[in-house]
């Protein structure tokens, strides 16, 4: 049967299980987009291409599976790649599927006409352009594989309007079976025995092709072990925060108790993750190229052992498979390192402690409310900024697939990723946190919320300001340059859209307008009034202005 380009591409979505992509549509990929209206797969447009890429790499965080994404050429796929350079850094599968230009009028800088694998090639596993329908489904199948294999990641297909309008009876291709690699029974062995050598073990945990069971197991194996786990950045629903055996999360801002047993540690069990400059404070809590810890390093990617920091044993396996075999071990005798594990527990206990902060509205006492008031399988996700902060240091997360939020360090994410954290949870508490110019800059997302019916609720951490990069302005000069910001208000820029809003300037009103939000039954803002002062958790603007004064 002939079918043309647009019809093929489409066929293998679903085939390979896409159950939602996302998009802003253009004219430059007519031929899906139609093919997309007689299909089951839901197609969510947005208002902006970063949302619609950051939805997609949502998706890939919260499912396993790639993302998919679908925006017109060149400008669209340029805003557009911020969720690739997210997907690429925080190992998210995700498809970028975006418009070309026709085949002949390749090489003259036609109308949006984008050197692909120049432009994405430094930030995706692979990119690359249809050269005709026949091979569509089969590019389309190893596009699936690559994303998904070993460390997994971006893929951008460049997509020629004409081979989308060509017609082919080419059959579909077989979806690709991703292969997964076992750890090898010796390098357990060998786990086992520095196991038991240890006197100050420490596990960390990070992302590299995690699943639930990987979490469920991983924490097993630890409390089994009697080890304290740490997780990287913006991993800490990788395990149960409320387990004996969590010491925290390795994060900006790192509490320096964590810290101090990073660098006191004999023994590191890096679990996925890349040792990268975030968890080890500036590659500084662990010497390079060689360590003074023994390092036991795992990661799906052997390309991955040994590139920031050579391990005394690298072991090349899938997470699951990995933390499956681990949780098998017979356990060590833990008696040596159990006040080491007992003190990191405390330590992280006493951190999720806050004195009072300038101001009538406390985001500390916000948090601790969120942490008693929202059930353990709630999503919370953020964007990038000194807000943030709050959130990861007095949070607790239980399962796996309750945290969204970009390692990349990318504005503008938490909304369009709570938009596709609704969309795939419908049932479940979807709550963003956003700072007054991190929510700005996906803002119009709020009509893609009221038109698919996608009720979260988004806490704005409004204090008039881009407040990480005042505080290393007040930190190092004492004063800050174009830094502050001119807002509206919130409530009623959320209301024109048709959702619910209110504007909270106490801590006390929090609960009772959180209720009302989630009672609404429609996407909502909450725009909380914050004392500037209150910058960070850890230091206020007098504070830091103090410090730049000091010699």
Not at 64 to 78: N, S, Y
Not at 116 to 127: E, L, N
Request: charged share 20%.
């Amino acid at each position: 049967m002939s079918r043309n380009g647009g019809q093929i591409l489409v066929a293998q979505l679903e085939a390979h299980g896409v159950d939602v992509a996302f998009c802003v549509p253009g004219e430059s990929y007519l031929p899906v987009l139609d093919a997309l209206h007689d299909s089951p797969i839901r197609l969510i447009s947005c208002r902006h291409e970063a949302a619609a890429a950051h939805m997609a790499e949502a998706y890939g965080k919260l499912t396993g599976r790639p993302g998919i994404c679908l925006v017109t050429r060149g400008p669209g796929a340029t805003h557009a790649s911020v969720g690739v350079h997210t997907a690429d850094q925080d190992s998210t599968p995700m498809i970028l599927l975006v418009g070309q230009v026709p085949r002949a009028f390749r090489g003259r800088e036609a109308f949006q006409e984008l050197d692909y694998p120049a432009v994405f090639g430094s930030i995706a596993k692979r990119t690359a352009e249809a050269t005709d329908a026949g091979g569509l489904a089969a590019l389309v199948a190893s596009a699936f594989e690559t994303a998904a294999a070993g460390r997994p990641g971006p893929v951008v297909l460049a997509l020629p309007e004409d081979v989308l309008a060509e017609e082919s009876d080419a059959a579909d291709a077989e979806p690709i079976a991703v292969e997964r690699r076992s750890p090898p029974g010796a390098e357990l062995v060998r786990l086992r025995e520095l196991l038991a050598a240890a006197e100050r073990p420490l596990v960390i945990v990070g992302e590299g092709g995690w699943t639930a069971a990987t979490a469920a197991d991983v924490l097993a194996f630890c409390e089994q072990n009697e080890l304290p786990v740490a997780t990287s950045f913006r991993c800490q629903d990788y395990v149960d925060n409320r387990s004996p055996s969590y010491a925290g999360h390795l994060a900006i801002g790192l509490d320096p108790k964590l810290a101090q047993h990073v660098t006191d540690s004999d023994l590191l069990v890096a679990i996925g993750g890349r040792l990268g400059e975030t968890a080890t404070r500036g590659y500084t809590l662990l010497e390079a190229p060689r360590p003074r810890q023994t390092l036991v390093h795992v990661h799906p990617d052997l390309g991955e052992l040994g590139r920031v920091y050579e391990p005394d044993l690298g072991v090349a396996s899938a997470l699951p498979e990995f933390a499956a075999a681990a949780r098998s071990l017979p356990a060590v005798d833990s008696l040596r390192w159990r006040e080491w594990t007992r003190s990191a527990r405390e330590d992280y206990l006493a951190n999720l402690r806050h004195g009072p902060l300038p101001g009538r509205l406390d985001l500390g006492d916000v948090m601790d409310f969120l942490r008693a008031r929202l059930p353990a399988e709630a999503v919370l996700t953020c964007g990038a900024g000194n807000f943030t902060v709050w959130a990861h240091r007095f949070y607790e997360f239980a399962h796996y697939g309750t945290q969204l939020a970009p390692r990349s360090g990318a504005m503008g994410y938490g909304v369009p990723a709570a938009l596709a954290a609704k969309a795939l949870h419908p049932d479940r508490i979807v709550v963003c946190i956003a700072g007054d110019g991190d929510f700005m800059m996906s803002s119009a997302e709020l009509a893609t919320a009221i038109q698919y019916d996608l009720p979260v609720v988004i806490l704005v951490v409004d204090n008039g300001m881009y407040g990480t990069i005042r505080m290393h302005q007040e930190r190092l000069y004492g004063r800050g340059t174009g830094t502050d910001l001119v807002n509206p208000d919130f409530a009623a820029y959320a209301r024109s859209f048709g959702c619910h809003g209110t504007t909270v300037e106490r801590t006390e009103d929090v609960e009772p307008a959180f209720e009302e939000a989630l009672a609404s039954g429609r996407p909502s803002v909450l725009a909380l009034r914050v004392d500037p002062e209150a910058i960070s958790p850890r230091a206020t603007i007098s504070e830091l202005r103090q410090m730049a004064q000091e010699p």
